[in-house]
């Protein structure tokens, strides 16, 4: 008797749920669906996250910096951003979801100002200037009005202004 309940349970949602396809339009239909996946990432990235598992909560950075609205990052370039926050966490320049603004000059030493723009020591100072440029175009906060990113952009001319000063004068 049980079964036959379910079956007729199952049968009237999939009734329900192709009559609604049917009747709703494709842009409508596409966003429903976006909106699943959306939802579902961002409660599976949570139970991963809770659970501990280090591996399956990239998937939920993934989702918060995509809603962001940083124009033209890439998934492999929200990493790179999310690997410089938790340098920065982890050597106390980012705590508690803010950053700690410097008091007077500059915190960073040479070598976290290369890791901060991707370079190598001994590159040109055109690179070095090209570097900061690409990153400056993608979270300057002029770009990117809907997020706060002014304490990157600031970190990001700190670290051009400390290899430039240091290395190339």
């Known amino acids: 008797?049980?079964?036959?309940?379910?079956?007729?349970?199952?049968?009237?949602?999939?009734?329900?749920?192709?009559?609604?396809?049917?009747?709703?339009?494709?842009?409508?239909?596409?966003?429903?669906?976006?909106?699943i996946i959306v939802y579902l990432s961002l409660f599976l990235a949570a139970i991963f996250t809770l659970g501990g598992k280090f591996i399956f909560s990239l998937p939920f950075l993934f989702v918060i910096l995509s809603g962001l609205?940083?124009?033209?990052?890439?998934?492999?370039?929200?990493?790179?951003?999310?690997?410089?926050i938790q340098f920065l966490k982890n050597s106390g320049r980012f705590t508690q979801g803010r950053f700690n603004p410097p008091q007077g000059s500059s915190n960073l030493t040479n070598e976290e100002a290369y890791k901060l723009l991707g370079l190598n020591k001994?590159?040109?100072?055109?690179?070095?200037?090209?570097?900061?440029?690409?990153?400056?175009?993608?979270i300057h906060p002029d770009m990117n009005r809907e997020v706060k990113t002014e304490r990157l952009s600031q970190?990001?001319?700190?670290?051009?202004?400390?290899?430039?000063?240091?290395?190339?004068?």
């Open 155 to 169: 970190i990001v001319n700190e670290a051009k202004e400390k290899i430039i000063r240091t290395d190339f004068s």
């Open 1 to 35: 008797m049980n079964l036959v309940l379910i079956g007729i349970f199952i049968f009237v949602i999939v009734y329900l749920l192709l009559n609604w396809f049917t009747k709703t339009s494709s842009k409508k239909i596409a966003l429903f669906i976006k909106k």
């Open 122 to 138: 001994g590159c040109s100072k055109e690179e070095v200037l090209k570097a900061a440029n690409n990153l400056q175009k993608k």
């Open 69 to 84: 609205k940083i124009k033209g990052l890439t998934a492999l370039q929200m990493f790179q951003l999310w690997r410089l």
